[in-house]
């Protein structure tokens, strides 16, 4: 793996854990509001992060995802949406990095 795909594959993961502890603290005080409100601000950061790991397209992609509407009336079940939402993305984005990259033949 090179340097700069090694970086972005680390911050992928460092994202998805804040994304993962978000989710955590939200359920504990089943303050989806506020849970929404820190995935947004999240959601702005790990955009940019992209966008200076991996390029313009790769970061406007990301900030582009906007997710429907939900009719579930239960806002636990939404939050866990939410989230599952820009987790899979963001775990392919780095799968796919993780994929791209270069690997050591390990003497073959």
Do not use: H
């Not at 090179?2 to 594959?9: D, K, L, M, P, V």
């Not at 939050?79 to 993305?89: A, G, K, M």
């Amino acid at each position: 793996m090179t340097n700069q795909s090694g970086a972005a594959c680390s911050m992928l993961q460092k994202q998805l854990k804040e994304l993962d502890e978000i989710f955590q603290e939200t359920m504990e005080t089943l303050n989806t509001v506020a849970g929404a409100e820190r995935v947004a601000k999240w959601k702005v950061r790990t955009s940019a992060l992209i966008t200076e790991s991996l390029g313009q397209k790769e970061g406007q992609k990301f900030a582009s995802l906007q997710p429907g509407p939900s009719f579930t009336n239960d806002l636990v079940e939404e939050f866990t949406d939410l989230i599952d939402y820009f987790r899979t993305p963001l775990a392919d984005l780095a799968k796919q990095l993780a994929q791209a990259a270069p690997r050591s033949s390990g003497g073959n």
